[in-house]
């Protein structure tokens, strides 16, 4: 048969059965170009990490090279001082806890748990709802308990590699090592520094 008739309830759609192949393999290859878009390739630099020496720069003087101020004025700059002075660095700050979000695993679905964290100074002072860092962890990890631990508005000290600068504003990406929850609040009077 030339013809292929589908049934849906009382109607019925009658098509050459060239034109359904046709468009069955259309959208095959449009789900899968999707899918490898999607999936593997921008995940593919945070898959590996590797704990990187440890560096003295400050949160200000990371805002200095790789701030949302500095990547509107030249986001080429931005990668560039990034690349050299920042990425698989291993940094002691301190923060805030904007939220957790606890890690997934489901069949092939991975997700990492992530710590957003508010910096002082903020990158965006007037927009208290974004985060400046994203803090991964696995939820295999010796963090991942205490990171679990953390309470929204809590100021701990962490140190994490970094694996990414955010673009268009979005949090910087680091790999999250140790983590320790701060109480005394008079002790933390250069939250930025290290």
């Known amino acids: 048969q030339e013809v292929m008739s589908l049934r849906f309830g009382s109607c019925v759609v009658v098509l050459a059965r060239k034109y359904v192949i046709g468009l069955s393999a259309i959208l095959l290859v449009i789900a899968g170009f999707n899918m490898m878009r ?68 489901f069949l092939w679905l991975n997700q990492r748990g992530a710590i957003f964290t508010h910096m002082d100074p903020q990158q965006f002072p007037q927009k208290r709802d974004m985060a400046d860092l994203v803090l991964l962890f696995n939820d295999g990890d010796a963090v991942a308990n205490a990171a679990g631990k953390l309470a929204r508005g809590q100021r701990f000290a962490f140190e994490a590699t970094f694996v990414e600068v955010g673009k268009r504003g979005a949090p910087h990406v680091l790999a999250l090592w140790e983590v320790r929850p701060l109480k005394d609040a008079s002790s933390n009077s250069s939250l930025g520094g290290a």
Do not use: M
């Not at 200095?64 to 660095?89: M, R, T, W």
């Open 38 to 105: 999607n999936s593997g390739a921008a995940s593919t630099d945070i898959e590996v990490w590797a704990r990187g020496p440890d560096v003295s720069s400050s949160w200000q003087d990371f805002l200095q090279d790789c701030g949302f101020k500095s990547y509107l004025g030249n986001p080429i700059h931005v990668s560039v001082a990034f690349n050299e002075k920042f990425k698989n660095q291993t940094v002691s700050w301190e923060g805030q806890v904007h939220h957790v979000e606890d890690s997934l695993s």
